[in-house]
């Protein structure tokens, strides 16, 4: 009889721990869970967002944002140099941006190190970007739009190091307007260097003469977006920096209203 209550009182025993470590693993998967869906949620896709409201600032951002990304990733790959480049730099350099003029070096004497394609039909000294009078060490990128007789050419310059000592730049260079063949329509927008009097659009009915008119100097102390109006025509702009170089963007409104309208010029 003995026998039978001790069998009996194991099988019991038995089944309750069973028991409790289910519900104990239960419970502890459920804790897992939640961590990990703390920790790394599921991305929830909103395919219902209006995007951006404003008709005016939408149609301006479709038509720049794939200009701009261009120029910012030639920006990013510049912003990891930090010694003179190798050769297979200046080839994939090439390979992911076949749009640039050319790349050169310079050392701290402005003397030319490589340069790529060896002749250029835009003439350029390169003396002025080593006399630059800051620190080389706490600047990551600098910038300027040359105007010649050949037309504008923009450069893009960033310092190179050894043994943490300036030893000269790896400069990069492009014909803005080349920059509106990436516009899904280039015709609409407009692309303005305000302070160099540069203005570059794939439309031939632009009023140039009197976008320049504007005081974009007291717009950009002002704003960094706005609304501006020459003769009947209202345009939205938008100011980037490439670098320390001041740009804007700019496309006709579409919208009748805008409460964040700039100063408006007649």
Known sequence: MKFNNSVRFIALFSVLMMLFFA??????????????????????????SAGIQNPNDNKLALLFTPVDGKVLSLINVLSTVDSHPDENWFKLLFMRYPWISGVFTVDEEASVLVKLPETGIKPFKPGPL?????????????????????????????????????????????????????????????????????????????????????????????????????????????????????????????ADEDEDDGILFF
Not at 23 to 47: F, H, M, R, T
Not at 182 to 188: E, G, H, I, M, Y
């Open 23 to 48: 519900s104990g693993c239960e419970y502890g998967s459920k804790v897992w869970q939640d961590a990990q869906d703390y920790v790394d949620p599921n991305p929830v896709i909103n395919l219902d």
């Open 130 to 254: 080593v006399e630059y009078e800051g620190d080389w060490s706490e600047i990551n990128l600098k910038s300027f739009i040359n105007y010649s007789e050949f037309g504008p050419e923009m450069y893009l310059c960033t310092p190179f190091f050894k043994d943490a000592d300036f030893k000269g730049l790896v400069v990069v260079h492009f014909d803005p307007r080349i920059l509106l063949n990436f516009c899904p329509d280039p015709q609409k927008l407009i692309i303005m260097q305000p302070d160099g009097g540069g203005i570059w659009t794939g439309s031939d009915k632009l009023d140039k003469e009197s976008l320049l008119k504007i005081d974009w100097d007291e717009l950009l102390d002002a704003a960094v977006r706005g609304v501006v109006k020459v003769g009947e025509i209202r345009y939205v702009w938008l100011s980037r920096y490439i670098g320390d170089t001041q740009i804007v963007y700019l496309t006709k409104a579409i």
